[in-house]
């Protein structure tokens, strides 16, 4: 199940700001987004979606080794990773309720699944036949670091009968995404982020603990 909306929920109290909402009001003004994530100690992204950019703060890590990962902007929009791609929104002007891969020749050949609420607060739901193509890894400029990383193209061919074309940076070792400029749903929404301030996966608890 998708934490996005509870998490919204939580985020504050009477309508204030969480201490990390606070602390993100000044450098949330600054022109660059490189230099908003230097001003701040917490693992960030790079965000632009319709026009509107913006940098993202991890406030919780969850699921096997940290896979799902869960940003708020300084207004409370919030975004869900797993494994670096995004998979619910909350906050936007539309809404992604979930979004999910199903493995048929991995890691190029998938199934994309969508379930998104539009303005209007109709829901909608999707399947794709995703294809992946890769170049080998190259150096990528991020908003704090170079890294190298594989350019991919990921082709969709949806049951309504829409057709995408998706563009991810993922690490040639573990396949993690730290880009991307996707659509989030058939001819919908744009998103691209970068990761700006890197973090690292937490190990799985161990039985019992």
Request: a neutral charge.
């Amino acid at each position: 199940m998708l934490l996005v909306g509870s998490l919204l929920a939580g985020c504050a109290s009477g309508g204030g700001f969480t201490a990390m909402g606070a602390t993100l009001l000044s450098p949330w003004r600054a022109p660059d987004p490189a230099e908003r994530a230097a001003a701040l100690p917490y693992a960030s992204l790079a965000v632009d979606t319709q026009g509107n950019r913006g940098l993202l703060v991890m406030a919780y890590q969850a699921g096997e080794n940290g896979r799902d990962t869960f940003w708020q902007a300084a207004d409370f929009a919030t975004l869900q990773l797993r494994d670096g791609r995004p998979v619910a929104t909350d906050g936007f002007e539309a809404t992604l309720l979930g979004s999910w891969l199903v493995p048929l020749a991995p890691p190029y050949r998938y199934r994309l699944h969508a379930h998104w609420q539009d303005r209007d607060g109709r829901e909608h739901r999707d399947v794709a036949m995703a294809r992946l193509e890769c170049d080998g890894p190259r150096p990528v400029e991020l908003p704090l670091m170079r890294k190298p990383l594989e350019r991919c193209v990921e082709r969709l061919r949806w049951q309504g009968g829409e057709r995408g074309t998706n563009v991810l940076w993922r690490d040639p070792d573990t396949g993690r995404l730290w880009a991307g400029e996707i659509s989030l749903w058939p001819d919908g929404q744009r998103l691209a982020w970068r990761v700006a301030r890197p973090w690292t996966r937490q190990p799985a608890p161990a039985p019992g603990s």
